[in-house]
Each structure stands twice: as structure tokens, then as C-alpha cells.
């Protein structure tokens, strides 16, 4: 049986003191002990910025990708050993911007992995510029005169059906662990995009300003996650009152599901001469 000391690995942890991206590691490996997943049976995928480091400070299988690219790479994994626990980790930046495309896809595709997106609302690793997540006004390194509108993340996801999407706090690592867990057992694409607040470069989404706001959805109790039109009205909230947890999930088929009737692709085995090496390469120079 797996225990915490199982997912720490040896190495320092390079972020600033006080970063949001702790409570995250910190739910993250106790979601995997409590799931009762051993280290080798999970994968972390991740891009490129500090949230892209996560996968490094755990002792599982780490594959890192390209600014934007974990998902692709997480779905390809997931496709070929379906066996495995597989996790995307990545920023709002990451995810919501270079990766938006790919974030759409897949939950359309409904791929059965777990997408997790600190949302520190900026790069941090590139220090300090608007990301898409940036509140609106809030002045920033490339936007001194206020950060445009930005892209709801939450409502995105609840408007492309997405069939698990949750938001947490990476102040309230109970409940945030609690999530995970629930995320990684969805049979389905889930997504939980989390608050994490970035001490050295957002000095307004701060610990406190998100305390005097967040609620969680669990204690609402006449709120029901199936029901598509109210988990949009949540997905909207945001100011004087954010709600955390599960916004809104939806059963249906997973794309291995979905393609399940459609056979394997043979693999084919052939020595190449190498002029023919030579002359594929030279049609692409």
C-alpha cells in the first residue's frame, strides 16, 4: 500500500516560498494514497511554466511536453495503456492559452484522463505577465493599463459538456485532495481548475482575498451538478463570492468507449533501404 513518503521525491523544490503550487503537490499525492494508486501506475504529464515542474517533485512516470502540449501527449498514453492513471498538469497560461485548442478537444472527445490547472491568473515562470485567466484591469507587466477580458475556464468547460468539472483552492488542501480523488475516479475527462495564488507576481487574487470569497458548492444544498443550466450560473460567479467543488458532471461515453467497435490498427514491420530514408527526407527540405 502506497503512503506519501511513497510519491516524494528527492529533489528540491524550486518554487518561492509561500507558492500556491505546495497545496497542490500537497492534495495531489494525498488524492493518489487514498485512491490507493501505487507509484508506477500513474503517469503526470505536464508543459512548460512552474505548475509544469509539479511532475518532478513526484515519484511516479513524468513525461514533459512542449508550452501546451500535455494533453495531446496525456491522451496518446491514455489511448495506448488504458490501465494507466493519467494526469495533465499545466497553468492557466498553459492550458487556457497555448493549450486551448487541445483543452477543447479534449473534452469533446471525452478522453478518461484528469486535468489539473493551476490557475494563478499570470506566468509566473516568465515573471509576472497577463495570462488568459487575468482579472480584468489588473495591471500587469504586458498590460500596464489593465489586463483585457478574461477566458472563463469553468463555463468554457460547462458550455463544451465536458463530463467533469470542478474548480478548488489550493488554500484548502482537504477539500482540494477531495476533488482529485473524486476527478481521478470519473470514468471521463476531468477537469479541475484550481486557484493558486502567486506571492510574488498577483498581488491581488492574494490567500485572504480568496478566503473572504470562496464557498464551497457542497454545502449549497439545493445545488444539483447534473443540471447543466444552473452549473453555468455558477460557472459566472465571480467577485464577491466564488464557489469551489464540483460545478457540474455528466455521464457519458469515454472515447475508448466510443471507439471500442472500431478494431486495432496492425503494426507493420519493414526494413527501409537507405535510399528510401533518403530520398523521404529530402521531400520535406
Request: aromatic residues 8%; proline residues 7%.
Amino acid at each position: 500500500m502506497a503512503t506519501l513518503k511513497d510519491y516524494a521525491e528527492a529533489m528540491p523544490i524550486a518554487w518561492c516560498p509561500g507558492c500556491g503550487n505546495f497545496g497542490i503537490l500537497a492534495a495531489l499525492r494525498r488524492a493518489l494514497v487514498e485512491a490507493g494508486l501505487e507509484p508506477y501506475q500513474v503517469l503526470l504529464v505536464s508543459g512548460i511554466g512552474q505548475a509544469g515542474k509539479l511532475p518532478h517533485f513526484t515519484h511516479s512516470h513524468v513525461l514533459n511536453e512542449l508550452h501546451g502540449r500535455s494533453l495531446p501527449a496525456a491522451t496518446a498514453a491514455k489511448i495506448v495503456n488504458p490501465e494507466l492513471t493519467v494526469i495533465a498538469v499545466g497553468g492557466d497560461g498553459d492550458g487556457y492559452g497555448e493549450g486551448g485548442n487541445h483543452f477543447i478537444h479534449s473534452m469533446r472527445r471525452n478522453i478518461d484522463i484528469t486535468y489539473l490547472v493551476h490557475d494563478n491568473q499570470v506566468y509566473g515562470l516568465t515573471k509576472g505577465q497577463a495570462s488568459p485567466t487575468s482579472d480584468l484591469g489588473v495591471p500587469t507587466k504586458t498590460t500596464p493599463e489593465g489586463a483585457p477580458d478574461p477566458v472563463n475556464p469553468i463555463a468554457l468547460a460547462v458550455a463544451a459538456d465536458a463530463s467533469f468539472v470542478a474548480r478548488g483552492f489550493a488554500g484548502d488542501i482537504d477539500h482540494l485532495a477531495r476533488l482529485m480523488g473524486m476527478a481521478i475516479k470519473h470514468p471521463g475527462f476531468a477537469l479541475i481548475d484550481i486557484l493558486q495564488p502567486c506571492v510574488s507576481f498577483n498581488h491581488k487574487n492574494t490567500y485572504a482575498w480568496y478566503k473572504e470569497r470562496v464557498y464551497k458548492l457542497e454545502e449549497d444544498k439545493g445545488y444539483d451538478p447534473g443540471n447543466r443550466a444552473a452549473a453555468f450560473a455558477k460557472a459566472l460567479e465571480w467577485g464577491d463570492r466564488i464557489p469551489i467543488g464540483l460545478v457540474y458532471r455528466k455521464e457519458r461515453p469515454t472515447f475508448r468507449q466510443l471507439t471500442a467497435g472500431l478494431g486495432e490498427v496492425p503494426l507493420v514491420k519493414r526494413k527501409l533501404d537507405p535510399m528510401e530514408i533518403e530520398s523521404l527526407v529530402a521531400e520535406f527540405l
